[in-house]
Nanobody, 122 residues
């Protein structure tokens, strides 16, 4: 089993920044893709960003040019730097991992963290 633990959520004003971290432990995957999803109340889980084992990144359209995903393979940790935050970014942010390339649909991921709340006030 793979365990994922997110941290770094909180409350920020519009235009502010937050950085999320997700640390993987346990039987970590050999060539994992790691991704961030988010889910607002009453909405479906949405792909935010992902990074493959080789370092290839993908972003959801709503966060391009504002969010940056990165990873530290030695620490089995993925990061999400969020800049110029907007109220519509308010959601629970989840970290997920799978073997292979980055996928944008949540059903393609095998392991999930418990989520961390991000709230952007207007």
């Amino acid at each position: 089993q793979v365990q994922l633990v997110e941290s770094g959520g909180g409350l920020v004003q519009t235009g502010g920044s937050l950085s999320l971290s997700c640390a993987a432990s346990g039987r970590t995957l050999s060539t994992p893709a790691m991704a961030w999803f988010r889910q607002a109340p009453g909405k479906e889980r949405e792909f935010v960003a992902g990074v493959g084992w080789s370092g290839t990144t993908r972003y959801g359209d709503s966060v391009k040019a504002r969010f940056t995903i990165s990873k530290d393979n030695a620490k089995n940790t993925v990061y999400l730097q969020m800049n110029n935050l907007k109220p519509e970014d308010t959601a629970v942010y989840f970290c997920a991992t799978r073997l292979g390339v980055v996928a944008t649909k949540p059903e393609h991921y095998n392991y999930w963290g418990q989520g961390t709340q991000v709230t952007v006030s207007s």
